[in-house]
């Protein structure tokens, strides 16, 4: 069975999991809600359990080797899954933190009901491998980003990034990235600075390939951006050097 391309659209593959499976997992789940800025687990906290987002956004980072910075790994929308399915399985949890950029509304299971549902209904473990999956695709896409060789393109992948995963749209209005997008947070996404972001949004702008508002970002030629993209990339292995 193939996997999926992309992060996940929905948390239980419906082509995976009977119907009346997923019915009886949420059934089986504990309402958990959380306000804007709050955090769900730390390294110090880690999570006691697996999260269903049902609404809002949270960011996702990971602590470095030595537990002293926290770095920019991902922002969850709804119907993805946040937690770590490792101590399940007896392995020791990743350093993660997850915090609500949103009112965030969660479907909640503790490990140990986990468990027992697994062993009830064994293929609610599709699930659980379809979200790790996808993380470890989107983990693996967002280091492609930080490997582009000046910040200008770290940019310009980013915002193809967002656009693989949260873009909404279509050909005519353009495609919307589904989550508040802050020069901050793409700034952090690309590890660069507000300057850079802002510099490459405003020739972005002019050339109408994106249009920008409070916190949101439409990309409104798609083509383009991938045109502009591929054309910088070209140019910089035929002149053998690193772009300004």
Do not use: K
């Not at 949420?26 to 709050?38: C, E, H, K, M, N």
């Not at 470095?64 to 399940?88: M, Q, R, V």
């Not at 997850?98 to 479907?107: D, K």
């Amino acid at each position: 069975m193939a996997m999926p391309e992309g992060p996940p659209d929905s948390a239980f593959p419906a082509t995976w999991i009977p119907e009346g499976d997923i019915r009886w997992a949420l059934d089986q789940a504990l309402p958990r809600s959380f306000p804007t800025g709050s955090t769900i687990y730390t390294p110090a906290r880690p999570p006691a359990g697996m999260y269903l987002l049902r609404s809002g956004i949270v960011r996702i980072g990971v602590d470095d080797l030595h537990g002293g910075t926290e770095h920019f790994l991902t922002l969850a929308c709804e119907n993805w899954w946040i937690g770590d399915p490792g101590p399940l399985f007896g392995q020791h949890p990743i350093r993660l933190t997850a915090t609500c950029v949103t009112p965030c509304e969660t479907a909640y299971w503790p490990y140990a009901r986990l468990e027992s549902m697994l062993r009830d209904r064994p293929a609610l473990a599709a699930a659980l491998v379809y979200h790790g999956a996808a993380s470890f695709r989107l983990a693996v896409r967002r280091m492609e980003v930080l490997m582009q060789p000046c910040s200008r393109l770290r940019v310009l992948d980013a915002l193809r990034l967002l656009l693989q995963v949260y873009g909404q749209g279509d050909a005519t209005a353009g495609s919307r990235i589904r989550f508040p997008l802050t020069q901050g947070a793409l700034g952090a996404i690309a590890n660069v600075s507000r300057v850079t972001v802002n510099r490459v949004l405003s020739e972005l702008r002019r050339q109408g390939i994106v249009a920008t508002g409070s916190r949101t970002v439409v990309v409104r030629r798609p083509d383009r951006l991938e045109a502009l993209f591929q054309a910088e990339v070209a140019s910089l292995s035929t002149r053998g050097r690193t772009l300004p």
